[in-house]
């Protein structure tokens, strides 16, 4: 009678783990990033690949190059993963210095005016450039200026730092 039941809980396991792969293929690339942010073992693993080997697609690289595609590993905590997704989605077309259609930002500049210093360091190591402009003419060091101005924090000053190192003007 056990070895039934244990049988029934192996296939239950099994018949679970298959849809979880078969629903996990049907998410979009945003889907698949927000939930393996919050997934826990053993599902973050599901994600995580489902993540690397199944995106982003073609259609998906275009959308995030409309978009400063490269910012939304900006919202990552682990920054080994951060690195690790940012290479990823390069390796796949998306275009480190691509700019928001409507507002012409970059990641750079999301980040800049995040006060995130570890993201500043994270796209200038993967070659964003500093001194591209937003479509009200303003570089990621402007922006960071600004912000700066309004909230000063020791992010932000680091942030400042990091952007006129690498050149992007005041």
């Not at 919050?38 to 982003?56: G, I, Q, V």
């Not at 994270?122 to 303003?138: F, V």
């Amino acid at each position: 009678m056990a070895r039934w039941a244990l049988g029934g809980v192996v296939v239950l396991c099994m018949a679970f783990a298959a849809y979880s792969v078969r629903e996990s293929r049907s998410y979009d690339l945003t889907t698949t990033f927000r939930y393996m942010k919050w997934s826990n073992p053993p599902f973050d693993r599901l994600f995580r690949y489902n993540l690397y080997a199944l995106h982003p697609t073609p259609a998906e690289v275009l959308e995030l190059n409309q978009h400063a595609g490269a910012s939304i590993v900006l919202g990552m905590d682990d920054e080994a993963e951060r690195e690790k997704l940012l290479s990823h989605l390069i390796a796949a077309g998306v275009d480190i210095n691509a700019q928001d259609e409507r507002t012409s930002l970059t990641a750079l500049h999301i980040a800049a005016a995040a006060g995130s210093p570890s993201g500043v360091a994270l796209l200038l190591a993967h070659g964003a450039r500093a001194d591209l402009k937003s479509a009200g003419g303003l570089t990621p060091l402007d922006r960071a200026l600004i912000f700066q101005q309004e909230s000063p924090s020791p992010d932000r000053a680091e942030v400042i730092r990091l952007l006129r190192t690498a050149g992007g003007g005041e």
